[in-house]
């Protein structure tokens, strides 16, 4: 079992910049692949990064490369996701979640992770 807990969301104006942390808890984390989700009112819920467990290969949607970081701290079992230059369209619930990946993979479909945080808002005003 991995439960998560996710913080760092607020309100920030376009062009500026947020940190979420997702802290889990469970004696498998370094195991598991984490995914970073977002979901906006009226979308579907869509990937935003991934990390696999050793912590060396990361995979990011389109729409954030060169913008949003993933990284993961084994040790403390913490996720961390650095979101830079923020846009209007950023403006969603954010999730962390995981999924059992010895073989570090990142998978970036949401239905193959298996644990979820209860989410954290993040509002970009323009």
């Known amino acids: 079992q991995v439960q998560l807990a996710e913080s760092g969301g607020g309100l920030v104006q376009a062009g500026g910049s947020l940190r979420l942390s997702c802290a889990a808890s469970?004696?498998?984390?370094?195991?598991?692949?984490m995914g970073w989700f977002r979901q906006a009112p009226g979308k579907e819920r869509e990937f935003v990064a991934g990390?696999?467990?050793?912590?060396?290969?990361?995979d990011y949607a389109d729409s954030v490369k060169g913008r949003f970081t993933i990284s993961r701290d084994n040790t403390k079992n913490i996720v961390g996701l650095q979101m830079n230059s923020l846009k209007p369209e950023d403006t969603a619930v954010y999730y962390c979640a995981a999924v059992f990946s010895p073989g570090d993979v990142v998978p970036v479909a949401w239905y193959v992770y298996n644990y979820w945080g209860q989410g954290t808002q993040v509002t970009v005003s323009s």
């Open positions: 469970g004696r498998t984390f370094s195991s598991h692949a």
């Open positions: 990390i696999g467990w050793r912590g060396g290969r990361t």
